[in-house]
Structure formats: C-alpha cells, structure tokens
T-cell receptor
Framework: DVKVTQSSRYLVKRTGEKVFLECVQD?????MFWYRQDPGLGLRLIYF???????EKGDIPEGYSVSREKKERFSLILESASTNQTSMYLC?????????????FGEGSRLTVL | GDSVTQMEGPVTLSEEAFLTINCTYT??????LFWYVQYPGEGLQLLLK?????DKGSNKGFEATYRKETTSFHLEKGSVQVSDSAVYFC????????????FGKGTTLSVSS
C-alpha cells in the first residue's frame, strides 16, 4: 500500500522555536509538496520539489524553508515559529511521468504555536 | 493567473438527497481537473479526475464532467450517505513546467440520517 508518512500528527511549540516537519514517501515519486490548510482559505502551497536538492517557492513561502537531501524525504522548516503559523500542514507526492496531478497526501501535521 | 472557484459551504443534506457542488476554473491551455476528498481527521485523497474536455470522471457514485465551454467541473451524486460527510476540493493542473496542483477552497458536506 502506497504511503506518505508525516512524522508528527500534533505538535505544540513556542514562539521563536525552530520547528521541523518531516515527510517520507515510499513510492519513489520525484515530486513532493508542502501545503498549509486553514479554514476558509483551503490549501495553499508553501514549497515544492521536483528532484533531490531542488526546490521551488509556492504561493506562501515566507517564514518557511525546505530540505530535500534524499528522494523519499522532504522536510519543512520553520526557522522561528510565530503564532500565525498555527495551522494544519499537509505533505504530498506525485510522479513526474504521467499523473502529475494525482497527489498522494499524508495525514497532516497540526501545529500549534503558543 | 490560473484559479479554481468552488461554491461555499457548508452544504447540509439528508441521507439519499441529490448532491451538486459547483466548481469553475480559469486556466490557460487545457488543464486536467480533479476532485479530492478529505474525511475527518485524514489527509486528502483523489476522488475522481478528467483530463480533457467532455471526459466524465466517476468513483464511489460521484461523477463530474469536464465542460470546456462553461469552464466547469461540477461534482454530483444521486444519493448521498452519511459516510460521504467530508470536505471536497476541486483542483486543476496545467502541466506546465514548474507548476503544481491548484486547489479551490473546499466545500464541507454534512449528511444526516
């Protein structure tokens, strides 16, 4: 069964802390994505990566960075967490050749910043 | 730029009622269109898709037809069940290099017995 696994379902952090959200996929997909989901705003793309060590900014990259050192792993980093980054974070992956719109999602990481 | 507009929710229905969730899009070229569903406490999963005009995607009793003339991809189901309660997202993908899937804001469906 194909799988996208996010390391933490729930996190509580304090303002100013550095936060790492990890995502691993076992489908050998080239493309990986980080979205943020907020009520009334839907899903907004933060960053995506189409290859190892490659990254592209999405619609709302400010305050975030990413790392893709291995094909299966895509990390989202909040350098200095702020309360407006309290949200649900969703990781997804897809292959490049055919079916690029067919994303496979993890279950999400709900982050609360106090 | 490219965008997706969905009807705002929440949509509240009784079991066995007919469902329509409207979705329209703006895009250059010929995008592929998708409906994703998010059940409570879970991530999103693909419900159905259509890759060209007049294609009909279907799955689990849901259907949507890619209408290029009206730039629409409305989701329908003839008889909803309580288990269909979820958030539904319409999305498009243009396939252009360096782009990602574009989602609508989502429509919450609540079905009561």
């Amino acid at each position: 069964d194909v799988k996208v696994t996010q390391s933490s379902r729930y996190l509580v952090k304090r303002t100013g802390e550095k936060v790492f959200l990890e995502c691993v996929q076992d489908m050998d997909h080239e493309n990986m994505f980080w979205y943020r989901q907020d009520p009334g705003l839907g899903l907004r793309l933060i960053y995506f990566s189409y290859d190892v060590k490659m990254k592209e900014k999405g619609d709302i990259p400010e305050g975030y960075s990413v790392s893709r050192e291995k094909k299966e792993r895509f990390s989202l980093i909040l350098e200095s967490a702020s309360t407006n980054q309290t949200s649900m974070y969703l990781c997804a992956s897809t292959r490049t050749s055919g079916g690029r719109g067919e994303l496979f999602f993890g279950e999400g990481s709900r982050l609360t910043v106090l | 730029g490219d965008s997706v507009t969905q009807m705002e929710g929440p949509v509240t229905l009784s079991e066995e009622a007919f469902l329509t969730i409207n979705c329209t899009y703006t895009a250059t070229g010929y995008p592929s269109l998708f409906w994703y569903v998010q059940y409570p406490g879970e991530g999103l999963q693909l419900l159905l898709k259509a890759t060209k005009a007049d294609d009909k995607g279907s799955n689990k009793g849901f259907e949507a037809t890619y209408r290029k003339e009206t730039t629409s991809f409305h989701l329908e189901k003839g008889s909803v069940q309580v288990s269909d309660s979820a958030v539904y997202f319409c999305a498009l993908f243009t396939g252009q290099a360096g782009t990602a899937l574009i989602f609508g804001k989502g429509t919450t469906l609540s079905v009561s017995s």
